[in-house]
């Protein structure tokens, strides 16, 4: 078997292979792509009466002003999934565990927004892990595997041609 019909032959049967997963893959970034352009899949950050200062509000004052956003859920601490502070825009990102952001204000702890976060939902999806962490491991990782195997063999057989009119033209 010459290595010409090899790499089609791999090239082939892999795409079958990775069809499915590398279809999920490619949906999912090129939505995640766009995730600070459209306000659906990830909220815009606000600025906060204080920029580029130490934030005076407590974590308990912080708890507090979430806690009377009834869309997010939060109760209490375990309801929090994380915090991110930016103190160069004055705000922190507070995501709870139910997919929602608040922002608040880090000077006066004043809601700046409150939104359903689908970012995280999404890169979830694109890293298959949405589906559980074995699907992750043993499905998407050796997709990407083979995608780059793919990549591999795809450079071969469009470089093929063009070094086989090279060789003949200086035979020539």
Known sequence: MNLKRLMRQIHYWLSLAVLLPAGIMFLAGIVLMLK????W????TYRGVA???IPEISYQQILTAVQTEPKA????WSDIDRIDIRPGKGIAKIQAK???????DTKTAKILSTAYRRSDWIESLHDGS???D????YVFLPAGILLFIMWGTGIYLFLLPRLRKKRKSKAA
């Open 73 to 76: 859920h939060i109760t209490q």
């Open 130 to 132: 949405y589906f559980a």
């Open 134 to 137: 074995g699907v992750k491991l």
């Open 36 to 39: 600070k352009e459209i306000d």
């Open 98 to 104: 139910s997919g929602w952001e608040i922002q608040i």
């Open 41 to 44: 899949i990830q909220p815009p």
């Open 51 to 53: 920029e580029q200062q």
